[in-house]
């Protein structure tokens, strides 16, 4: 896939790994392997790992579980340059943990970076044997590029181990996004040399990226070229497109590995059209009034069924486990891409408003408001669960004929039901 670009850091993924150390051979130890992504060395050239996947279990891992890794991007922006590398190799390591006394077939050791100042280290690092890992083995990550995260669900413990030292791993779990970005765990594991989850001072950090948005000019709004009734709907309009990682999307009919392969990216459309709610024409030689109901808010329960097939959420974060223990995502759109800006509650509730317009003697007013429309689509075209649909209530646009701007159109919130 192309890789996905936050300042000068490049995020890409791997399904390829080499085994660094397993408990093989512990009397009553729960199993457990540590294993290291490998970049391809075909399309991956220069990139690291940001630390090693834990699982509990002693299974060949390739080809069954993706991991982020990452490159330094040429500066592109005066920002860029002046905030520095993305991604510096660590000064030194710490131990965390030795199996000593655990009796496996082979020595194996966990190991903290330990960051530059100014950057973070993303997870934790195994050695088999005693010493500590190459410098090379990992990249930390400048600051300003991450989160900070949550220490999750446990992976593993070696609590009925004979080893002489306590040790438990954790995975990351990364906060609510912000509108806008994406914040991704990328498969790596925090632990400690005890059996308890641990402290918050044990740093645990997630990826932080942008969701790219595309956005055309809108349709000019309709205009009256006589007193007749114009058409109920407008010709829709893609207005703006979020592109989405694969990793943000759940696909119904793709496995994880799947849509890395096929779909790397999709495409939340929204398409734009003016409704009309409203047309009045004054035969008579004074003011008259007219008086319309229109309904803002979400048109129909689909989004219901968007979030359950896909996982996405309108109008507010949404996250879930993209594989496994580790690799976990929160992901939220822009406002104005969704209309929250304006509005916090119309893809909950449906609302019924009314519109008043005064039009004068011998004139024509048709009033409208902007219904979007949102489809969901792979790489290749094909659509993911059902169109949603919403009208924006916020803003209501208005044309008059003969076209000089003489009409007064006010809205107002229906009574509710028994008041």
Same mark, same amino acid.
């Given at each position: ?17 080499? +085994? ?90 966990? +190991? ?57 791993? +954790? ?175 119309? +893809? ?72």
């Amino acid at each position: 896939m192309e890789s996905i670009k936050f300042g000068n850091l490049l995020i890409n993924f791997t399904t390829e790994f080499n +085994w660094i150390w397993d408990n093989k051979g512990s009397p009553n130890a729960s199993p457990v392997g540590f294993w290291r992504p490998v970049p391809s060395a075909d399309f991956l050239t220069d990139y690291f790992p940001l630390g090693d996947y834990a699982v509990a279990g002693h299974h060949n891992i390739n080809k069954k579980i993706v991991m982020a890794v990452v490159c330094e991007a040429t500066p592109q922006t005066e920002d860029d340059r002046i905030n520095g590398k993305a991604l510096m190799p660590p000064d030194e390591f710490e131990r965390v943990w030795d199996d000593k006394g655990s009796k496996a077939y082979s020595d194996g050791s966990i +190991w903290r970076p330990i960051p530059p100042s100014g950057y973070v280290a993303m997870g934790l690092v195994a050695s088999r044997g005693y010493d500590k890992p190459s410098r090379n083995s990992v990249r930390c990550v400048r600051a300003d590029l991450v989160i900070a995260s949550y220490i999750n669900e446990l992976i593993w413990n070696n609590k009925r181990s004979p080893a002489k030292l306590d040790f438990s791993a +954790w995975s990351i779990s990364p906060p609510g996004a912000a509108a806008g970005e994406v914040y991704l765990s990328p498969g790596t594991f925090v632990g400690a040399a005890s059996y308890t989850k641990p402290s918050m001072h044990i740093a645990a950090y997630s990826l932080r990226m942008q969701i790219p948005l595309h956005t055309a000019y809108p349709p000019p709004a309709p205009a009256l070229s006589g007193d007749r009734q114009p058409a109920p709907f407008e010709k829709a309009v893609v207005s703006n497109i979020s592109k989405l990682a694969w990793f943000t999307v759940k696909d119904p009919n793709l496995s994880a590995l799947e849509q890395l392969r096929t779909s790397p990216t999709y495409r939340l459309e929204r398409l734009d059209k003016y409704v009309l709610v409203g047309f009045g024409h004054n035969k008579s030689s004074l003011n008259q009034s007219f008086k319309w109901t229109a309904t803002r808010g979400q048109n129909g329960s689909s989004l219901k069924t968007l979030t359950h097939t896909t996982g996405i959420e309108i109008g507010t974060e949404w996250g879930f486990n993209v594989w496994g223990a580790s690799g976990k995502v929160s992901a939220k759109l822009s406002g104005g891409f969704t209309h929250t800006q304006t509005s916090s509650e119309g +893809w909950t509730t449906s609302t019924a408003f009314e519109i008043n317009a005064t039009v004068p003697a011998h004139k024509a007013v048709a009033v409208y408001l902007v219904q979007s429309d949102y489809k969901l689509l792979r790489e290749n075209g094909t659509q993911v669960a059902t169109d949603i649909s919403y009208t924006d209530g916020d803003n209501v646009y208005w044309s008059e004929y003969p076209p000089a701007r003489e009409c007064e159109v006010t809205c107002k919130p229906l009574p509710a039901p028994g008041s």
